[in-house]
């Protein structure tokens, strides 16, 4: 009995894996990024919470390098190490808790549709806080 195009169509294989290659490869790609940015995001947050504890420490201290809210900040920035941040990210101010500097920075995801449900008029970056006290 001869074949019929239908059943010769339904029987073959070929070219299946590559089909289904391209459903996966996708999602594959934003969950490697995903997670790329996750870790990018915590070294951010980490670098930032260092650097004001540092800064905060050191002019608790009046160490020479911290002598003035200005001197702090540029202390602040050079503890921060591997971020472009500029000194006016990092406020110096003295609380209760003592020496405060708080880091102020502007993270911007890799991925351009990393939020779920953007707000209106949102961008793909977040505003991390980080503050560092030391008491006096």
Partial sequence: MPRTPRSLF???QRGSIAVEYAFV????I???LGIMDTGRLLWTFTTLHRASEAAARCYAIQAAGCSGFSGTQAYAV???WGLA???????????TC???VVASYNFVFVIPWFYIVPPLGATNSITLTAKGCYPA
């Avoid at 500029?86 to 609380?95: D, E, L, R």
């Fill in 85 to 95: 941040v500029s000194p006016s990210a990092f406020t110096v101010s003295g609380s």
């Fill in 30 to 32: 934003l969950l490697v």
């Fill in 10 to 12: 339904a029987s073959c």
């Fill in 78 to 80: 050079a503890q921060a």
């Fill in 98 to 100: 003592g020496m405060q």
């Fill in 25 to 28: 490869f996708p999602a594959l």
